[in-house]
Structures are given as structure tokens and as C-alpha cells.
């Protein structure tokens, strides 16, 4: 019979009034790896919370390894090898990968940091788990799913044995998801224990041994993945059966976004290259690449954030060049951004300030510099009752809300100005079932009522559901288009990786 390494016996969690986590149970066991599903706001951040030592449950005990304890921190944890790898990564962005990797643990010879010796123990462990990383460049400067790799390493560096992981996949494409389970199964071969928070339930079929669901606090049920139906984990997770998608509607329009020739570059280095597209009122324009193409970029230009060297932007017939972010917002360019932390939200402000953060300056919401507040409120409620966004008031803090919610304050704010254009970038990256679907139904119903919508995903899924069509993107260039209808995984792939296809179909 397989060890218990971990055990949560009756875990309660409230925060005053609130309980988060109500009276939760579970178990996990040695080389074994357990997912967790659940919407967000479940309280499932909150249970792992409690499990690495960040917060202290109201009632409940905890068990390593057979032995009852007390964590009195996060160091506490780790001593007793819990690591955890977060969906907002904990990483110092001027900080290059080696010290970001072993800081708070750094190896010292003669009173000094030895970063000889932390060199190799993190190479080897970067070769060991065959995540490439160059370990002299600085956070700020590598990709999000490279910055996976470093929380992943982190972890490792530190000898956990029971491994967390908050959504790891998020932002990752569909080779680097691949990749990251193969890892999962090499670290479970090894005898260490996972436990895989995510919402994309064929990651879970593929590699998850069992499954705890929870909704509102509470277990709903523990099951054996290899026994269960996805649907019916999706509707255990939601409390109710999936809806079908609004059907799309053929209307597309005039010439909306009209990107001509744009050339950029960021230190030296060339991130688009000569790029052209366009998007109509009506459609949905799916851009599918690798993480670090240019992607990112394509936004900032888009969005007056960065200055190409070359090219015509047009919205609506209007060029956006010399344009200031603000300027562009108001000619009709929205923008779900990729980062909703960093980005699309100011985490220590009210969800009402949030939502009013691209029309406070204009009344009703202030008047001669003053702010409404009796305005920015109501609009606030009802914004939070149109989009379901969970919150007991929208004068919670935005740092206070799960991810999935954080996203819909960005959506509920980009959609309620009704642009012209609308932008979304990765939009339900780390979100539930229940906030995916209506995210994109929110977008359908956008691009039905004549918005033309340019989806940035790493989700192929996601662009092959929502698109009518698809550009690729490959090293700053669109480097092909295909009909999502018509089209196959393995020719995206191809186009991803900068080949062409040589035909033939799927099967």
C-alpha cells in the first residue's frame, strides 16, 4: 500500500464572516499525482495556502509524512520538502534566472554567496529535467513559459518532495504542456508527489491519478480519473451541466484594424518584421504562435505601449501612430491584456475603481477633477451583475479576488466601453470551465453585435473554437492563414515552427 505523505484532516479556513475553506479533506500519496479542480473562488488557493505555511487554518489538522504539525511559515514547509510553483510567478524581475532560483537559499563559501557551487546544482538539474534555460539572463527579459521553467527549477532546487502546481500550464503552448507533463510523470517515476491545480480537464485524464473537486469551500467528491467522464467532472466543478456556445454569425464587415508593414525592435533586436493583417467589423482573427514571436509586441505597437520603426496602423480608417495609449483607447482600440495582474489591473484599488479606470476622467464618473463615487458605484454593481463576477462588494479589493474574477473585471471594463476593435490576449488563461465559457461567449456575442476581435492565445483550442480565421505567427512575421474549420494540429504546428506544410489531413 502506498505511503500517505500528505494529509488535510477537516480543514476550515474563514476569513471573519467568510469561510473559504469549509471542513475539507484529503489525502495524498507517495509518486502520486492528485489533482485539484475547482472554480475559482472554489478555495482552492486558500487549502494550498494552508498546506505551505502562508496562512493558518480556523480548525483542522495537518499530517507529513504520518506526523501531526503546526506550520509556522512557508520556511516551515519547505523544511519539511513542500514546494510550491505559483500561476503569478514569485520571481524578481531584475534579478537574473541563477539568483532568482536560489535566493533565500544561496549556497556561501567564506562569508559570500559560492555562486560556483549553486551553478552547478542548479545545471544539473536543468539537464536532469531537460529545461533549457540560460541562467545569466534576467527575468524581465525571457518569456512567461521560460519563467515557468524557473519556478519549476526553484522548487526542484529546493528538495521538495511534494510538489504544488498552481496552473502551470497557463501560459504555456500546447509543445511546452506536453513537455511540462512528461516532467510530472519523470517526477512522480521518482517517487515524489504532486498535487496539479488547473481547469483544463484533458491535462487531468492525461496524467492525473485522482482528482478532489471542490465547490464553494467544500469536497464535493474524490474520484479515480481513469474511471471518470470529463463532463462529469465539469459539471461536478460547476454545479450544473455546460451550456452550448452562442452560434457565430456570418456579418463581418468593412475593414476595421489595418496593420501595414510594421517593422519593431526592442534592444537591438528585431521583434516584428514587416507584419501585415487585418481585421473586419464582425470576425474574430485568431493569432496562434510559440510564446516569444512577437506576440507581445504586436500588442504594445498596437496599443501605443511601443514605437515600430516602420509600417501603417489604422483603426477605422484613423492611423494610431503617434497616438498615446490613451488617445488609442479612445479612437476605439480595447484591450484584454495577457497580464491582468501587472497589466490590467490595480490590484490595491476597489473593484469599482478598477472598472472605471478607462473612463474616470470623464463625466458622469468625475467632474472639475472630482470623482463620483454614487457614478463609479452603480456602474460598478451592475457591471458585476451582468458579468458574474464573485465578490460580496465592488469595493473589494481586485488583489482580493481569485484569478478567474480578476479576469472578468478586465473583460467587463474592455467590453463595456464598446470598441471598435477589441484585443484579447490569452483571455482565460488560468481561469475555470465555468469563466471560459463565459468569457467566449462574451467575445461571440461582441463579434455578433459587429466589434472586430483580434484573439492573441496560446490555446489552439481556444483559436480553433472562436476564429473565423487564423494567422501564424512565427519569429515577427505572419508566416500563413488557415480556415479553423478546415485546418489540422499538425499544420499549425508546422506554421508555428516556421515550416510550411506539406499537405495531407489528420486523422
Same mark, same amino acid.
Given at each position: ?12 479556513? @474563514?476569513?471573519?464572516?467568510?469561510? =473559504? ?5 484529503? *489525502? %495524498?500519496?507517495?509518486? #502520486?499525482?492528485? /489533482?485539484? +479542480? ?110 515557468? @521553467?524557473?519556478?519549476?527549477?526553484? =522548487? ?5 518532495? *511534494? %510538489?504544488?502546481?498552481? #496552473?502551470?500550464? /497557463?501560459? +504555456? ?124 509586441? %504586436? ?209
Amino acid at each position: 500500500m502506498a505511503k500517505t505523505v500528505i494529509e488535510m484532516q477537516h480543514i476550515t479556513k @474563514r476569513f471573519g464572516a467568510f469561510t =473559504a475553506n469549509d471542513d475539507i479533506s484529503l *489525502t %495524498l500519496q507517495q509518486g #502520486e499525482i492528485l /489533482a485539484l +479542480l475547482g472554480e475559482n473562488g472554489a478555495g482552492k488557493s486558500t487549502l494550498m495556502g494552508v498546506l505551505t505555511g502562508q496562512l493558518k487554518p480556523t480548525a483542522g489538522q495537518l499530517l507529513v509524512n504520518g506526523q501531526a504539525v503546526t506550520l509556522n511559515g512557508p520556511r516551515h514547509a519547505k523544511a519539511l520538502g513542500i514546494g510550491m510553483v505559483h500561476q503569478h510567478f514569485m520571481l524578481i524581475p531584475a534579478f537574473t534566472v541563477l539568483e532568482n532560483i536560489i535566493l533565500g537559499d544561496e549556497p556561501t563559501k567564506q562569508g559570500r554567496i559560492d555562486y560556483a557551487t549553486a551553478r552547478q546544482k542548479v545545471t544539473a538539474l536543468v539537464d536532469k529535467y531537460q529545461l533549457a534555460l540560460d541562467l545569466d539572463r534576467k527575468i524581465a527579459d525571457i518569456s512567461v513559459g521560460m519563467q515557468q @521553467r524557473v519556478e519549476i527549477i526553484k =522548487a526542484l532546487y529546493r528538495e521538495a518532495t *511534494t %510538489l504544488i502546481f498552481d #496552473e502551470p500550464t /497557463a501560459a +504555456l503552448t500546447p509543445n511546452e504542456i506536453q513537455a511540462l507533463l512528461a516532467i510530472f510523470e519523470k517526477l512522480k517515476a521518482e517517487g515524489k508527489s504532486l498535487i496539479f491545480i488547473t481547469h483544463k480537464l484533458k491535462e487531468i485524464k492525461q496524467v492525473a491519478d485522482r482528482c478532489v473537486v471542490i465547490r464553494a469551500g467544500r469536497v464535493i467528491d474524490t474520484v479515480l480519473v481513469a474511471q471518470t467522464d470529463p463532463t462529469k467532472l465539469a459539471e461536478m466543478m460547476v454545479g450544473r451541466p455546460q451550456q452550448a456556445p452562442t452560434p457565430k454569425m456570418a456579418n463581418q464587415g468593412a475593414v476595421m484594424l489595418s496593420v501595414e508593414h510594421v517593422a519593431a525592435r526592442v534592444a537591438k533586436r528585431t521583434v516584428l518584421d514587416d507584419l501585415g493583417l487585418t481585421v473586419h467589423a464582425g470576425e474574430i482573427v485568431g493569432i496562434a504562435g510559440i510564446d516569444g514571436n512577437g506576440q507581445s509586441e %504586436l500588442i504594445q505597437v498596437l496599443t501605443g505601449q511601443l514605437k515600430p520603426q516602420s509600417g501603417k496602423i489604422e483603426l477605422a480608417g484613423q492611423s494610431l501612430l503617434k497616438r498615446t495609449p490613451r488617445q488609442i483607447s479612445e479612437q476605439g482600440l480595447g484591450c484584454i491584456p495577457e497580464d491582468r495582474q501587472n497589466i490590467g489591473l490595480i490590484l490595491p484599488l476597489s473593484i469599482a475603481e478598477n472598472l472605471a479606470l478607462k473612463d474616470y476622467y470623464h463625466q458622469p464618473y468625475s467632474h472639475l477633477g472630482w470623482l463620483n463615487y454614487r457614478v463609479i458605484n452603480q456602474t460598478a454593481q451592475k457591471l458585476i451583475k451582468r458579468f458574474d463576477i464573485r465578490t460580496q462588494s465592488e469595493q473589494t479589493l481586485a488583489g482580493e479576488l481569485s484569478g478567474g474574477n480578476q479576469q472578468k473585471v478586465v473583460v467587463a471594463r474592455e467590453i463595456a466601453k464598446q470598441p471598435k476593435v477589441l484585443i484579447a490576449a490569452n483571455p482565460t488563461r488560468g481561469v475555470d470551465v465555468g469563466a471560459i465559457e463565459y468569457i467566449h461567449q462574451s467575445l461571440i456575442e461582441q463579434r455578433n453585435q459587429g466589434c472586430g476581435i483580434l484573439l492573441v492565445s496560446f490555446e489552439l483550442d481556444e483559436i480553433l473554437k472562436l476564429a473565423d480565421r487564423v494567422l501564424v505567427m512565427h519569429a515577427g512575421q505572419i508566416v500563413g492563414e488557415v480556415d479553423p474549420q478546415t485546418t489540422t494540429s499538425q499544420t499549425l504546428g508546422l506554421l508555428m515552427a516556421g515550416q510550411q506544410p506539406v499537405g495531407g489531413r489528420d486523422e
